[in-house]
């Protein structure tokens, strides 16, 4: 027996194996099994250059676990080695001038990147103890076993052992017990093992017999050999394709289609990803592609492979020239991966184009799905939006699809401001927002159906793109002024009369939280609405931009800021605005006449110091005014407290401001119960 000593302390070799180079426990198996499978293609590329004329045999990786002895056996028919190749490999390799790379690297995880191939050693993530049985292929080899209980010190004797290839035996530590369970190594081994090149067993298939399980004699394959990455497209069908994606999300609905990756210059990379149906929320979407470094599983997380819109893409992509660390789990930086990415982009931007040129009609039936993957590319990705633009569709609220440049043609006749601004009339709620839509379909406009996730991020940059042009919501105005072409107005209301209705209503408005009306009268022609409820464009959208954008949160703070508009040429509105002057005129004759009588004086008063400066006025003039402007306001005040004490038991103005509300959702709770009450007693 040789025992020997490692050189440098337990305190120092397996605390940085632990920090540094496997933060994740579960990886032992799959650096354990992935070593088992290096060896044993090894063997066989030895077999195929005749090198080795032995018989192969059965090459499968064996996983075993036993429970009662408390041990996890990996096993391989592959090379195994002499004594001489576990001091090189295993002794030295990783240890030797252990003490100066820990000195140097002790205080940089990133920095030990590449430098040893310590994947052995992820052993003693779990075990307190670790066995290697192993006998070389070569040639009058003799078995041995070499054991380390995770001290500097270790033992390396001949053994007995009858057929080539290397058990690697983990004694589990008591903390780490969890791994002795089938379900949690079964579950380990499909995630990291479940397409290694070789054939890796845990066990054997079990059936019901006599009311429990049992084994059989068949092998518990874990993995798949030959995934359809690694086969030529020309060799697949469109159900192997799904039914690869079924088995990789097997809840997931049926992809839109794929992309088959295929290269091997200036950089190798093969895989297949596939389009998912992604209607909303973005972030459920994420980490659905597997990287995989010559079949074998290191991530779910590629944000630094693929352009960041590219990670709602779902499936595989493995390739042998990702830089990954000695654990390999982390990025490094590295020229090969821009490659690869930009590789990808062009690859997706082109598939598109494919389907957008040969098959529109399914292009178009794809679309709400395809749309939001699109419109985060264009969002994110500079060069993604110059090829998108080209196949990006716009989708109208009668379920019609066009191009930007098709769209634009489409409306530039008839959609065009006294300014020469292109204006995209859109709605977000078909349901909510019907009487603004029939509204400006009825002006011969077209309203673009704009209620994605990303759509208002999206209107915000297409109004940088497009030239001389303005996104408008319907609801945003009335339908005369979403679009001002200098068109001959009807004939306005005088302004106290404006003045009066503004007053009627307003002091009548609901008061909800964080919501501000502003009241006011328009000719907007007799057959329309009486009423109407408009949310400014700019601060809506600034409001809808908080929700997706932190460093906008403070617009979210701010007050809804709604308009009541009243059209003076309604009936209904033009009735209420009579029978309040008749009703009110007795108290509304002498304040009225006050506030012509201060409104003349202060306009005599500010006519006599115009041109004068602040020292030049007497005290006495400035304080009349004063006086003048704060007697004015109070008899203003003084009317409409006249007028909204009239307009409180009116019930056709609550039944005007409650039909308004009630289209635009806003009528609830109370509101809405005597609102209904209301109406039956007026039917």
Known sequence: MQKGNIGVTTENIFPIIKKFLYSDH???????????VDATQKLK?????????????D???????DKENGTITISDR??????EEIDKYINQIAFSGANDFLEKYKDDANAIIGHFGLGFYSAFMVAKTVDIVTLSYKEGAKAVKWSCDGSPEFTLEETERSDRGTDIILHVDEDCKEFLEESRLQGLLTKYCHFLAVPVAFGKKKEWKDGKQVETDEDNLINDTCPIWTKKPSDLKEEDYKKFYRDLYPMADEPLFWIHLNVDYPFNLTGVLYFPKIKSNIDLQRNKIQLYCNQVYVTDSVEGI?????TLLHGVIDSPDIPLNVSRSYLQSDSNVKKISTYITKKVSDRLQSIFKNDRKEFEEKWDDLKIFINYGMLTQEDFYEKASKFALFKDTDNKYYTFEEYQTLIKDNQTDKNGSLIYLYANNLDEQYTYIDAAKNKGYNVLLMDGQLDVPMINMLEQKFEKSHFTRVDSDIVDRLIVKEDQKGEELPHDKQEVLSSLFKGQMPKVKKTEFHVEAHALGENNAPIVITQAEYMRRMKDMASIQPGMSFYGEMPDMFNLVLNSDHRLIKQVLSDAETACAEKLVPVESEIAM???RRNELQKAQEGKKDEEIPTAEKDELSDVEKKIEAQKTEKENILNGY?????????????????NNMLKGEALTNFVKRSVEMI
């Open 45 to 57: 590329t030895l077999a195929a250059t005749g090198d080795f004329k032995g018989e192969l045999g």
């Open 59 to 65: 090459l499968t990786v064996r996983v075993k676990v």
């Open 647 to 663: 307009a409180a038991d009116n019930k056709v103005v609550h039944q005007l401001i409650d039909l308004a509300l009630l289209q």
């Open 78 to 83: 592959g090379l195994g080695m002499t004594a």
């Open 598 to 600: 201060l409104t003349l």
């Open 306 to 310: 693929v352009p960041d819109f590219l």
């Open 26 to 36: 579960e990886i032992f198996l799959r650096e354990l099994v992935s070593n088992a």
